[in-house]
């Protein structure tokens, strides 16, 4: 036991020296609720107003070479989910405004602007910001999609139940989606006779729909792109997109977070 270290929110565990260090020697003012890290770069979000000397409203981002940094103008609302690309952060929550720009929900910044995740189907015939319209808690980025997840009835002005993808410029549901809220998402490349990815959806829901119908899921469940569903051996029903459940323990309701060991 060496004693205490003051972290303002966000704190790492060093395992070499067994040691609790801060983040850049600076504490942030107020709470953290998201995070994620990419190569040397971490950018955290929450409800907060400043991280050490530098203004950043909800969302600021750390590397070893420039330290703390605000990003653009940052947001208006509580964030509760951070993903990133190489060139884009994206970022989800109950959020109103993200830089200048009205956004429901989920917004997304490039480097240099602040920008909604514009459905042009949606705009075009009037149906508002065209997020989501209810709170996000969770984000994944798979190839070209960002996946979208929460609490809502709605993605770009159409039903979609829980969860959703944005891509090209364009919402779309995950077939019926989940019956309740999801807090949680994973992307796991999975390896098959067609190979594919799989998104692992954690939450408070107990059945998910697609094509094939309704199926129980006490609180997690996958969502698969490009390979054969579970248990079809001969291709005859090999389908390109599809939920499939996981069996969790007896007795659980709901999961509140997913992980994997790829080893």
Not at 42 to 52: D, K, W
Not at 112 to 141: H, K, S
Not at 190 to 209: D, H, K, M, N
């Amino acid at each position: 036991i060496h004693g205490s270290v003051s972290t303002g929110g966000i704190a790492m565990w060093d395992h070499r020296s067994k040691l609790w260090e801060s983040v850049g020697g600076a504490a942030v003012h107020g709470v953290v609720t998201a995070m994620n890290v990419k190569d040397d770069e971490i950018v955290v979000g929450g409800r907060f107003s400043r991280v050490g000397n530098i203004d950043a409203n909800n969302i600021a981002k750390y590397t070893s070479g420039s330290g703390w940094m605000s990003v653009g103008e940052g947001v208006i609302g509580d964030v509760h989910a951070v993903t990133m690309t190489s060139t884009v952060v994206y970022v989800g929550g109950r959020l109103m405004k993200a830089g200048d720009s009205e956004v429901q929900n989920v917004a997304a910044w490039d480097g240099v602007n602040w920008r909604t995740l514009q459905d042009d189907e949606c705009l075009r015939i009037g149906r508002g910001i065209c997020g989501v319209n209810g709170v996000v808690y969770a984000l994944a980025v798979v190839g070209e999609y960002l996946y979208v997840a929460g609490n809502f009835d709605a993605a770009g002005g159409l039903p979609a139940n829980n969860i959703a993808a944005y891509y090209s410029g364009g919402w779309s549901s995950l077939a019926g989606g989940v019956d309740g809220p999801v807090v949680s998402l994973l992307n796991v490349k999975t390896l098959g006779s067609l190979s594919g990815r799989c998104i692992y959806v954690a939450g408070e829901f107990s059945t998910v729909r697609d094509e094939s119908g309704e199926l129980a899921a006490n609180g997690l469940a996958r969502w698969c792109v490009g390979q054969t569903r579970q248990g079809v051996t001969d291709g005859s029903a090999a389908t390109s997109a599809f939920w499939e459940t996981v069996q969790v323990p007896e007795g659980i309701l709901s999961v509140k977070a997913v992980a994997i060991n790829s080893e």
